[in-house]
């Protein structure tokens, strides 16, 4: 599959052959469907959380003796019968919500995200990516070259460049994660993926067997 090289003014500078085996896979929605619910359910914090009897304060005391006031018997104020008692039944924080899946799986469903948005051309390849200096003005002016305005992108660094990061951080539609880290979820996440063509021999040497 060829695509167009641009330069960060937008200006088209030439053509280059994508890799077939990363960017000419085709596509297979139920497998793409599992890794990404698999990677959703990964990054999924449980923070709802109830107190059972045994973790709520006081009621350490008996309420009233065992008998003779023809009330119920009762052993602790704490109950989940009682008002400011535990919680029977109640959401845990220790739950676990993990799926496993097979690198291979993840790494097919990759190429196939990838594929599909080469095919849809919604993947940017430029010749290179800098900025001087961590400022957001910078960055946007960069982004508006190379793709419509304010349209949703994700920026794929081919190494760790902190202007880049720090200068995409305040830019609401746009995030940056760097090419070793790619992944299925992230991608589908943003309409555009922006990537200079070295990413492109990271993402080979990462995900592709020798």
């Known amino acids: 599959m060829k695509v167009t090289i641009h330069n960060q003014k937008g200006e088209k500078l030439k053509e280059a052959l994508l890799p077939k085996r990363i960017f000419e896979v085709e596509a297979n929605n139920d497998l793409i469907h599992q890794v990404v619910v698999s990677q959703m359910a990964n990054r999924r914090k449980s923070i709802a959380h109830t107190k059972n009897r045994g973790e ?107 202007n880049i990061i720090l200068a995409t951080k305040n830019i609401p539609y746009a995030d940056t994660i760097q090419a070793k880290d790619l992944n299925c979820l992230d991608i589908m996440s943003f309409k555009y993926l922006v990537m200079p063509k070295t990413s492109i021999e990271v993402i080979e040497k990462t995900f592709l067997k020798k």
């Open 56 to 162: 709520v304060r006081g009621g350490g005391k008996k309420p009233w003796r065992q008998k003779g006031l023809g009330r119920a018997r009762h052993g602790s104020i704490r109950s989940p019968i009682w008002i400011g008692g535990g919680v029977t039944f109640g959401p845990r924080k220790d739950r676990i919500f993990k799926k496993r899946i097979p690198k291979k799986m993840k790494r097919s469903a990759l190429f196939m995200v990838l594929s599909a948005k080469a095919r849809n051309n919604l993947l940017i390849i430029l010749d290179d990516l800098k900025i001087s200096e961590p400022k957001t003005q910078s960055m946007v002016e960069v982004l508006n070259k190379v793709i419509p305005k304010k349209e949703s992108s994700l920026i794929a660094l081919h190494e760790l460049n902190k």
